[in-house]
């Protein structure tokens, strides 16, 4: 039976998730939600391991991206609960040949997103490795009570949104994997700081989860094509894309990729993906503000079941199948 | 410049420890604390990191023992703070070999200590990987506030306590490292259980905070050696060491260790060290409960700076160095 990561997190999920007092939410969003006794907000917890060769290589990226990326992983889930980053701890096992310098210029990359952001470092622990380098970053946020966002609040009818442009970070990936990363140009250089330097869209989510018009919403971790089915699971609904309205990328023609490829199967690129009630999209329009990354609409949520696409206005819908990355694939 | 782990984490401390609102207690203990807004109780977060032929050969332990040991290490930290475990997250990646029957076996081993100490599992992620077995809890915990104790409230004077035994979980290592685990008597089996499956010292950590007789307190988990220095220099104290009275695991001898060498650097005994104000000492041990582990008085803090050892009674007492397990000791 394979392995893999939503099989496995189902089988957990049964086995483990189970009320506890001051549990708002356990396992199967982006993070958990705790609601301390008498708080003012409620805080919320997530857990993200990057590992060398697995999930970046070390050739790819200076310590100083690789600090940033692994920070932003934990924000973007922060944020797709429409919550307000806080504190977070580092665990980070290094091989014998890193140097002080790297682990030093590491956490430069960690700080230096984490300060933009206020989030504070309490915590964390460090090991040699004999691998590969290995980071896991745990993140808590807050929001206030009520003010959150799950992927479940999606119901059919809802209008499905995006935020930014998709596929850019695989766009980047594909020029590290084609050792096509030197002196880039406008627009590989946009690529390959999606891919290495992700920008959490923190501001968005809270404002979207204050908005008060957001029904579901997660990020965009493996790829819209993974991503967006685990969203209607959890809200109990289908889904249509409208393939012609997605924000694809498509500069990375220029580097052989396909721009709609990588838009529904590219993981990484930490965009928010999130529904809206019909009768609130034009409030949304008209209020989301202009100085956010943009957002799209590129679907809706049906109340059949499964994931399809739709070419064109006329054309018939196809299943969407997902392709994006999973850990334990072979 | 060798890279320590305590030279970064005061480096780190340097750099990133600076206040935040809810923020009680940063880096430097064996748990951060936070004390959400308005909320009835203190929050306490700590984070480790178990790696493969780092922390443990996958020989050595099955699974569940695996899965135990992996969580134990990090209520160790919650009960050193006097705090009660509420929340863990975990984050898993194994590489190809590993069966989905091994993972749900090491989800197994966690569950049993979780569900003995009322912790919930709240999230977590999984992956692939390159190396080996890679494990990183975090772990969140709750105290009544001010009911927490800190390493850093010993005072000169204080009589330095331990629970339990010192130098099993090592003399266990030792017959691991020997290849001597096979059909164990009783003392060898205590000491591969101590070893393989510690108990986290929870419900003496919470008694212990909540008597209001205890002024520093930290979990053993890298050595008294190594461990006291810590808790000497969070409370600008030194110590002088009692050797004739440190509660040894004599039976080690028996497989050729010695056991008052493991009892002052051998590490992962997840026994809890406190510091007790000496007018304290006959009501703690008149009232401390005879159904906990046994506590020895091994010690006192001394307003002089090193941490010293005295053989006898009669002896001059020397300097006791710091040997134990540090991950960056060559």
């Not at 934990?74 to 580092?90: E, H, K, Q, W």
């Not at 529904?275 to 990354?293: G, I, Q």
Request: proline share 5%; charged share 25%; hydrophobic share 45%.
């Amino acid at each position: 039976m394979r392995l893999t990561e939503d099989r496995l997190i189902r089988l957990f999920r049964q086995r483990f998730d189970r009320g506890a007092a001051d549990l708002v939410r356990g396992m199967g969003d982006d993070a958990a939600v705790i609601h301390p006794r008498n708080a003012a907000e409620d805080w919320v917890i997530t857990t993200d391991m990057l590992l060398e060769d697995v999930d970046f290589r070390r050739s790819w990226l200076t310590p100083v991206q690789l600090g940033h990326k692994s920070l932003a992983v934990n924000l973007s889930d922060i944020a797709a609960m429409g919550a307000r980053p806080r504190f977070y701890t580092v665990a980070l096992a290094v091989p014998p040949d890193i140097t002080e310098s790297w682990v030093l210029r590491f956490y430069d990359g960690i700080s230096g997103l984490a300060d933009a952001h206020h989030a504070t470092l309490i915590g964390g622990d460090l090991s040699r490795s004999g691998g590969g380098i290995e980071i896991c970053i745990t993140a808590i946020g807050e929001a206030l009570q009520g003010n959150l966002v799950y992927r479940s609040g999606g119901k059919a009818g809802d209008e499905i949104f995006v935020t930014g442009v998709l596929g850019r970070a695989a766009a980047g990936l594909e020029l590290l994997l084609a050792g096509r990363a030197r002196r880039p140009n406008g627009s590989r250089r946009a690529a390959l700081a999606a891919q290495r330097t992700p920008t959490p869209r923190c501001d968005a989510g809270l404002w979207l989860a204050r908005s008060g018009l957001v029904g579901a919403m997660m990020d965009l971790s493996d790829g819209l094509s993974v991503d967006l089915p685990r969203l209607c699971s959890a809200s109990g609904t289908g889904a249509e894309v409208r393939i012609w309205d997605l924000p694809v990328f498509p500069e990375s023609r220029s580097w052989n990729c396909d721009p709609l490829r990588l838009a529904l199967h590219g993981g990484e690129d930490f965009e928010l993906l999130f529904s809206v009630r019909a009768e609130h999209v034009a409030t949304l329009l008209a209020s989301y503000p202009t100085t956010f990354p943009p957002i799209t609409a590129i679907g809706t949520l049906t109340a059949a079941a499964g994931v399809l696409r739709r070419e064109r206005p006329t054309a018939r819908p196809l299943r969407l199948s997902a392709e994006g990355f999973d850990h334990f694939r072979p």
